[in-house]
């Protein structure tokens, strides 16, 4: 079985047929209630939604109403449990790779939680949706949310900054029109290198270094490593200022950081140096 302590529907039905498969003649319903651990109502919703799939097969004899599992069913139980025979194994066995990791921060959060908590989650909550909403767009993957951040994966550096600059993009028309306690500010980070994955999360000094640079960012600014300027300069529709060496906590060497410009922020704002790239 899966690890995790809530069971899904799905790891309800592969109980519902381990259960049913255990008998020759079939089970009564009472019997897999037993075994499965189900309230008897929800049960039996259950089992006639795996009959209707056909994955289960209704005997009636002598007044009595007996389920067994179909082919199918047992086709089916094999590839649950093949399935999570190898979840587990991609969970414990970690492999590595290149990725580009994206976070994102809401500039001033802690401060709103402190002066009205349930405003300043209401605010999470539009963010949280914003951000989800393009994510698929851009091929992006959310790895997991850190309070009021993100983690975000993507195979293209050039993807993860174009989604990046939609995030500030939608997130400033919003802010036109919404009142003054309502406005957020977002900052970003994006870095690419290789991380080790293990399960659905991300490690390694990719991650900790775009952890850092989105830190670096200003309210409203989407900051970017030398790696990625490297990749993004000639693609990317928008105007690449150079910020120069920030010492960061707990990386070793200077970052060499990039502001990627949107154009409701003052171009002296990004401090372009001699590395910018105009399109």
């Known amino acids: 079985m899966s690890k995790q302590t809530k069971r899904t529907k799905t790891d309800i039905y592969a109980s519902i047929l ?22 008897l109502d929800r049960l039996k919703e259950m089992i006639e939604s795996l009959t209707s799939y056909g994955l289960l097969r209704r005997l009636e004899e002598q007044g009595e109403t007996r389920y067994m ?42 401060a709103s939680m402190q002066r009205n908590e349930q405003h300043a989650l209401k605010l999470l909550e539009g963010h949280q949706a914003l951000v989800r909403s393009l994510l698929q767009r851009y091929h992006g993957r959310e790895v997991k949310t ?6 975000v994966e993507f195979a293209s550096a ?9 995030i500030l993009g939608k997130t400033h028309d919003r802010n ?19 991380v080790e994955r293990k399960g659905s999360d991300l490690f390694g000094d990719a991650v900790n270094i775009a952890h850092r640079i989105q830190e670096a960012a200003e309210p409203g600014q989407a900051c ?32 060499e950081l990039f502001s990627i410009d949107v154009p409701w922020r003052s171009r002296s704002e990004e401090n372009p ?4 790239s105009e399109r």
């Not at 140096?273 to 910018?276: E, F, H, M, S, V």
């Open 18 to 39: 381990e259960v049913v498969r255990r008998y020759d003649g079939g089970a009564r319903v009472t019997r897999i209630s037993y075994g499965v651990g189900v309230p």
């Open 69 to 110: 599992a179909t082919t199918r069913g047992l086709e089916f139980l094999e590839t649950y449990w093949k399935m999570n025979a190898y979840l587990e194994t991609f969970e414990e066995a970690p492999t590595r790779g290149l990725a580009a990791v994206m976070f994102t921060d809401l500039a001033g959060y802690t």
């Open 146 to 151: 850190i309070g009021d951040a993100f983690m």
């Open 158 to 166: 050039l993807e993860a900054c174009n989604c990046g600059l939609e």
């Open 176 to 194: 036109l029109s919404a009142r003054e306690e309502d406005v957020v500010e977002v900052r970003l980070g994006i870095h690419v290198g290789d």
């Open 224 to 255: 970017i490593s030398r790696q990625v300027f490297d990749q993004v300069w000639n693609k990317l529709d928008a105007h690449i200022s150079e910020l120069g060496q920030r010492k960061a906590k707990n990386i070793d060497m200077p970052l």
């Open 273 to 276: 140096g001699p590395y910018a």
